[in-house]
């Protein structure tokens, strides 16, 4: 499984790029968090606000090992600007899948 | 009183002799009859100017200007969409889990208020019963006797609008003034208090000085003071906004204030309602005319001054932060129709601009200011419509053309003017603004201290966390799971 943190404005690139890959589905999430980027400073009436959690979309993955490595090279070039901020890939192993409709079980689920 | 002009006045004799004659000839068939009735008409027609007193108070038995009654009962539509519009003005700025509970301490008054100003609101602002300079009378409760049997009766001698289409548009001021004050007060204060409060805050305060403004009391240019007040400075913007920084302080910031405070939850909603308040502010200001054709100049002024005080608030934020922003555009622009409001119709367009770039100003420091300090004036009421309202009333003072103050609907102001030019007028609206100040002050301090011997004024700490769209109404505005 992939989870991969990205841009929100770069997620219909990186779908794109995991569709040219033949992968069939992926859930996407709007979510919240920091890395090194840090917050932003917004200024309302004269208040500052520093907000200290910046939009992230969460996309998550599950696909068979062997096309791990394109995935990551795929979501890699398809979000990246080279500017602090552009996100993480995390890959971890799933013990099982399986498709409610017909209770297939395994690589056939996904 | 606002002013109507008498060179806008009524048709002439001949022309109401002629409509008259149609009307009765209309529904008389034989022709013999109708020749008698005729010379009866022109018998009387020719008594009528031998009879004058007489004969004006039957020609001011019809409304004789359609066009102000129709400017009225526009600008009454105008003036109640500006109370959704503040809505939504207001609901932009708080958290998500508030936005409904502010929305509605605005909305529900166009019920509440609505109600109470037939029943007996508008009877203690514009009835004569009293005999006092503060307060009217109880004469025109449920509005008896306002219009008259079909509701075309005119407001009183030299007004061309009708009395039912006044009450109206006066009703709509009723509604929204004290909404103004909610957002002082927002994210903490109870329902249950805020309904008893605007209920005796609309009555006690609202109507004496609706009264002491602009039904002949004592702030009036009929009364003791003489200051002007075109559509509402004194009566809605310092009113509301003073009521809101005494309620604010006894009221007391909110729990998480200033520790942990948050940016509006929905700025799009903010420019939404400043887009609509300034919309509906052509009616607040500009039916406050009177006249329909003398409406322009009122209506241009205002809407310059909302334009300056944007641009000036904009530009201002550019210089010291590197960007305008939206929420200051808006509030620039709130600013800007708050100072014309009680100039409007007294001044030209130069000047017009001079206030709303000099209000957009005077509320930048005070929301810097407030900023800084502390105290929650929440949504900064007091900073923008009583620190504007201020500063519209006393520029009103300065910068009024004698033209546009004439001795008949403004006697002692137009004494004073004559006299003392705008000094002396300046020292006038001066004397109204603080009086308005300690009257206001004063009685919503008591109106408050009141109610808390019987209710809490604002609702628990753990409410207050979950927020009050559930805690007061049972409602989220966003649930994410009822799709």
Redesign the interface.
Known sequence: MITALVRPSKVDAVKSALVALDIVGMTVSEVRGFGRQKGQV??????E?T?DFLQKSKIVVVLEDAKVEAAITAITEAARTGEIGDGKIFVTPVENAIRIRTGDRGETAL | MTRTLSSGGGPSAATTFDRFRTKVLAGVQDPQLRRYAFFLMAVGAGLLPLMAGSAHAALSKAVNDGADTLLMLMGSALVLLMTPGLAFFYGGFTRSKNVLNTMMMSFFLMGLIGVLWVVIGYSLAFDGGFKSPFIGGLGAMWMNGVGGELGDAPLADGFNLSASSFALFQGMFAIITPALISGAIVERVSFKAWFWFCTIWSLLIYSPMAKMVWGGGFIGPFGTIGAIDFAGGTVVHIASGVAALVAAAIIGERSTWPDSKRPPHNVPFILLGAGLLWFGWFGFNGASMFAAKTAGFPFLTTTTSASAGLLVWCLIEWFKDGKPTAVGAATGAVAGLVGITPAAGFVYMPQSLLIGALTAIACFIAVQVKASIKFDDSLDTFMVHGVGGTVGALLTGLLAAKSLVPADYFPLSAKILEEGGNGGLFLAQFKAVLFTFGFVGLGTALILWFLKLFMPLRVSVNDEERGLDYVAHGEEAYDPMTN
Do not use: Q
């Open positions: 917004e200024r309302y009436r004269g208040n606000f907000v």
